[in-house]
């Protein structure tokens, strides 16, 4: 092999020490950065200092595939999906890197020759927890099947300092602390300190002729910020594509702090880059009250424009300057509105910036961006006061009059007199306090719109985005969720991996359709048997874990029965909790009545504004402190809240449930994805027609599915016919008793005051429809735990819905997103047989 070494280069390496990959070459390098980047002897390294070394040693053998994915784009002047997201929820780099690097068990063995444990240092990792939940996990996953598919993109967020918060659980309430995870350094982000961009905010406008005639308009902007770029590989599994993850910091500009040194304000300059550095701070936890919120307004712009400058930047560094082709080298895609104001953006990039006419920039824009619809909860819908957008985007705000003005006018054109169509249509919401409506804006300027469940994307066509439609049909698709088998099968279930893998070979991992040779083996008993002692064994890790985490004794022979996921009332949690006290009923009805022995868990944050999600969890943790303790009960019924639900405890609990519960309201869960991860791992679902259910219950097989609960068009006409939840809970004597024993305090120490919200809720409105379901959802798991008692029929049924959950890849989507939307070609990336070579 020649010399990994270029002549003259100042080096001890051997020739291979950062691109080898035999166990001896590994063992060897993560010595060496023992030793030269954490500066440590391995006698007095601390656990960290190995994970670390660990990384950068796997960093070093990533670097490698993403100098050489980046050439070669930049080369072949590709074109490149940009995936614009306020949220990446990635999880630990560490593992899934090892995964698709196809080096786990190499590194697993050069740690064992060196003493250590691989399972112990991967538990090192500070988890990323750079988004909320859903929508953010599946950018992660997204980029995972980029990278995979081999197709150029480039993710753009934000590097938030502080995460989603770590949830405690103190006397069965949320507690939340802030995320720190970056106090023991980030091994896997490069920082480019020179590439820093400018980001304006508030100030004024003014326009003038210039010489050759243009209307100009200037931004003097009352602030600027810099964007700082934090630059991440992306690694596909086994190929040598390494995609970019972009996440912008904000900093202070330099010149400001010079400004307000030279008149003497010191503090003045000190506040100055304190509220600079303030947008990148902290992730905003979703679901709460955002509107009104200015610094997450000023998050999503500041990005937005980071990224679009970047694109920009990246454009002209092929020596083009005319930007007339720019939606040709990219196709942006908006994960939600979060980021919206792009589309006002690139137009005023185009035509402020680089002086190009209206009609061509507005052409431009609308063929770049794609937006993606994640749900239809009109209180989740993004809206911006017009004065507070005006004060903060002065020059935005003009550029989105001037859209909705053109847009409006071809609206009259089809739609003449039609004045309440307008209104509805405009992206200025005039009614009341006036908002810009920035899903208006997003559909406005772009080519293509989808929704991420089929039924979403119908109700999307109904409801929210009805006058959209009926405008320009052709605009609307449908994209599936789906969820990368990588992370959520080979890293998190390695025992059900090889069992998969003996069977069928390992082609499944990157084409997931070929799992249904698995059908076969439903009936094989041996087979079967297998299936279920990897269960088993799943089940009796997590169940070690309660026992460590919460003191907490589960029996890993009972049915594992799963609800994690973010605390909602329309994802009713409180519905299983319901079931729940139903089951302690009866038990203590007839306590010698025979019954599956059963544990609930649950797990999930609640947003800390949110009161009725908090009182959730409280109400799950007094449940489950009630009933674990009554010795009637012992040994049939266990609940359990686990605290802090994020991406590593996910890879925990999908592999060792038994069922699922994707129990929302149908019409609310625009997909979900837990149900996916769960049914791929061997759980059986329980769940409604809403979202993803639909199609995984379509996908598996009716027989293999436990369907409940009213349809979108039952609710519907409930409603319409006035729905009267008592009439529901008069008319179910057990259901009855269930809620009059919670108001009687039993759960809270005999105060009747706790959960009174609850109930009365459940009572007199009940939005979300639990008393309507209640009856179908308890008949339905009278089901679940019949089936259950036939072992071999349930393993049947579990091999079945693993076999047929193939359409459920991030890679299915990834390519139906790249056939029918971004229209891009994968592009195969070739490594020099030396690392340093650049031609
Ligand atoms: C939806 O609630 C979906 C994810 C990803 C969430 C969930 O059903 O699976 O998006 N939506 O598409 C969301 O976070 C802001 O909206």
Redesign the pocket.
Known sequence: MTSLIPPGCPTVLTEDDRTGTSIETLRRAFMDNLFFIQGRFPEVATKNDYYLALAYTVRDRLLLRWLNSAKTYRDQESRTVCYLSAEFLLGPHLGNNLINLGLYEAVEEAMRQTGLNLKELLDQEEEPGLG????GR?AACYMDSLATLEIPAIGYGIRYEYGIFDQEIRDGWQVEITDKWLRYGNPWEIPRPELILPVKFGGHTYSYTDDQGRYRVIWEPHQVVQGVAYDTPILGYKVNTANLLRLWRAEAVESFDFQAFNTGDYYGAVNQKIASENITKVLYP??EQLQGKELRLMQEYFFCSCALQDMIRLYKQSGKQDLSRFHEKFTVQLN?THPAISVAELMRLLVDEHLMPWEQAWDITRQTFAY?N??LLPE?LEKWPLDLFGSLLPRHLQIIYEINRRFLDEVRLQYPGDNDRLRRLSIIDESGCRYVRMAHLAAVGSHAING?AVLHSELLKQTVLRDFYELTPEKFSNKT?GVTPRRWMVLSNPGLTRLITERIGEDWVKHLDQLRQLEPLAADAEFAAQWRSVKHGNKERLAQYIRDRIGVTVDPHSLFSILVKRIHEYKRQHLCVLKVITLYQMLRDQPHLEMVPQTFIFGGKAAPGYYMAKLIIKFINSVADVINRDPVVRDRLRVVFLPNYNVTLGQRVYPAADLSQQISTAGY?????GNMKFALNGALTIGTLD??NVEIREAVGAENFFLFGHTVEQLQELRCNGYRPWEFANGHPMLKRVLDLISSGYFSHGDTELFRPLVEHLWQDDRYCLLADYQSYVDCYQRVLQVYQDQAQWAKMSILNVARMGKFSSDRAIREYCQDIWHVQPVKIVLPATAYMTS
Not at 132 to 135: C, D, E, I, S, V
Not at 669 to 673: K, R
């Open positions: 909320n939940g859903g929508l599946l979703n679901d939600d993606t994640h749900t989740a991420v969720n869960e625009a997909s979900g994805t979202g993803a």
